[in-house]
């Protein structure tokens, strides 16, 4: 971890330091603590600070060189941290046999897909003070990973974009367990994702299910960590039964394995 010179607190007249890790790779939530009440921004976008000056933020798959987190105190002095950013290989994923209309959709289907796909991002813009993304991750289902984040795929030999989370191989009707504590911001049955289910954790960080089975949580509902949210399914574009879990810091992906190795 980066430590800077810490800053005094007017209250109890105690330093407290300003904390990034020096490195982090493609796809990582990054945390990093301020002293309470400073003003803290990165590449343009305010970020919120926690009573006891939390901050998250994430770092793309594509992102290269380095984040820079500029930091104003509450006695109005400027910080500047530069967090390196550490690339990755991204291999080839082919997957085959999944149904060809969810691989080059008609065009009504893809107009459907793209409003679909709409109403889910704009669930993401949400900025609710809420903790639940500080909390150590559980996975919410255990099985072998089938899928990695950041992988490029190829769909019945057609390219497509390169995948936005992580699969876990489980069998139909597992219990889908809430990795974090939130609030369920979307709950529905999609064409390309099947029963889907968006979670979000505050500070812009939010979790994805997909090709759900069941859902057996309603928009609005408050979850805890390790609640059952819903059941494994092959929904959607899928070839088995199996449970995506995606990541986002507003409309950044991350990768939940990073997640979870913060945890180790």
């Known amino acids: 971890m980066l430590l800077l010179a810490g800053v005094m607190t007017e209250a109890r007249g105690e330093a407290i330091p300003i ?6 790779q493609q796809g990582s939530m990054v945390i990093g603590r ?15 600070v926690t ?26 002095r400027s910080r500047q ?8 290989d991204w291999p080839i994923e082919r997957i085959d046999g999944v149904p ?8 009504e289907i893809a107009q459907r897909i793209r409003r679909e796909q709409a109403a889910v991002s704009a669930e993401r813009a949400r900025n609710d003070d809420r903790v639940g993304f500080a909390q150590t991750f559980l996975r919410p289902v255990e099985g072998r990973i089938s899928g990695r984040f950041g992988n490029q ?3 019945n030999g057609t390219p497509g974009s390169a995948h936005s989370g992580m699969d876990i191989a489980a069998a139909e009707g597992t219990p889908v367990k809430a990795p974090a504590s939130g609030v369920i911001t979307f709950a529905d049955d999609l064409y390309l ?3 889907t289910i968006l979670l979000d954790h505050g500070y812009g960080v939010s979790s994805n299910f997909l090709h759900l089975s069941r859902i057996d949580v309603d928009v609005g509902d408050s979850v805890e960590q390790g609640d059952v949210i819903g059941l494994v399914g092959s929904t959607g574009r899928a070839t088995g039964p199996h449970l995506h879990w995606g990541m986002n810091w ?14 180790q």
């Open 250 to 263: 507003f409309d950044t992906r991350i990768d939940p394995l990073l997640v979870l190795d913060r945890a």
């Open 100 to 107: 060809p209309k969810t691989v080059s959709p008609p065009p």
């Open 193 to 195: 994702t099947g029963g």
């Open 51 to 76: 009573g006891y000056g939390t901050v998250v933020f994430g770092v793309g798959r594509d992102a290269s060189g380095a984040e820079t987190v500029d930091i104003t105190t509450p006695d109005g």
């Open 81 to 88: 941290i530069s967090v390196a950013i550490t690339p990755r």
């Open 34 to 48: 301020v002293p309470p009440g400073s003003r803290v921004q990165v590449a343009g976008h305010a970020l919120r």
């Open 19 to 24: 904390t990034f890790p020096d490195s982090v």
């Open 153 to 155: 795929r190829i769909y």
